[in-house]
Structure formats: structure tokens, C-alpha cells
């Protein structure tokens, strides 16, 4: 469980990325990226950084490969942006929990249950 430091961590990284990468980052690649979820280690020496695309599912490799070259110009101006005594080490990963709760939805829409009155 993340400590209350972990947290703040966490949401203050989450905005200033969330930021950069729409405002900063002229890579093609990432306009439809969107940070979903930030991760930091117990000694906040690494964040794990969890992105979707708003785009098809084939360039997400290619999204996830732009935002590692980048990690190094994101850390500096993360630095620059955010006063922290130490800027983590950024690791990006793909969030799939939006595609698998979509995924989700579609199967129960097809199992085509009847539903019972007074439901809706």
C-alpha cells in the first residue's frame, strides 16, 4: 500500500506529465496519449507511468517506444517544472484496463441476458 508521500508523488507526477507530453512533446506519435495512472517505488527512485492511446491499438508499441526515447527530455523538465530533491526514473507501460473493461462490456452485452421487470 503506497505511503501518504507515495500518493502525492504520485498525483503531482500524474498532472506535470499529463501536461508535458500535451503541451511539450511534438512527437506525433504521442498527441492522443493520455497518463492514467502513476505508480512510484518506496523510495520514489523510479515511477511507473501508465498511459493509454486514443488511437488504433497497432501504434500503441510505437507510442510506448516514443515515450522511452523521450523519458530522458520528460525527466528534465520534470526537474525544471516540479521541485523534487531526486526526479525518478520514468518507466512507461501500457494501461489495458480501459480496453479490457470495454472488452468486458461487449461480452456481457452479447450473452443477450433478459432482463428482469423493474430493471432497466
Same mark, same amino acid.
Given at each position: ?6 500518493? @502525492? ?47 488504433d491499438p497497432q501504434v500503441h508499441e510505437e507510442g510506448l517506444q ?18 523534487? @530533491? ?13 480496453? @479490457? ?20
Open positions: 500500500m503506497p505511503t501518504r508521500r507515495q500518493r @502525492r508523488m504520485n498525483a503531482l507526477l500524474r498532472e506535470a506529465l499529463g501536461e508535458l507530453l500535451q503541451r511539450e512533446v511534438a512527437d506525433p506519435r504521442l498527441e492522443l496519449v493520455t497518463v492514467t495512472d502513476v505508480n512510484t517505488t518506496s523510495d520514489l527512485r523510479a515511477a511507473h507511468i501508465f498511459v493509454t492511446f486514443l488511437s516514443a515515450l522511452a526515447k523521450a523519458s530522458g527530455y520528460l525527466r528534465q523538465r520534470l526537474g525544471q517544472k516540479v521541485y523534487l @530533491r531526486y526526479v525518478p526514473e520514468l518507466v512507461f507501460h501500457l494501461d489495458e484496463s480501459t480496453e @479490457r473493461g470495454l472488452h468486458i462490456d461487449r461480452i456481457l452485452r452479447d450473452l443477450d441476458i433478459p432482463q428482469e421487470e423493474g430493471e432497466e
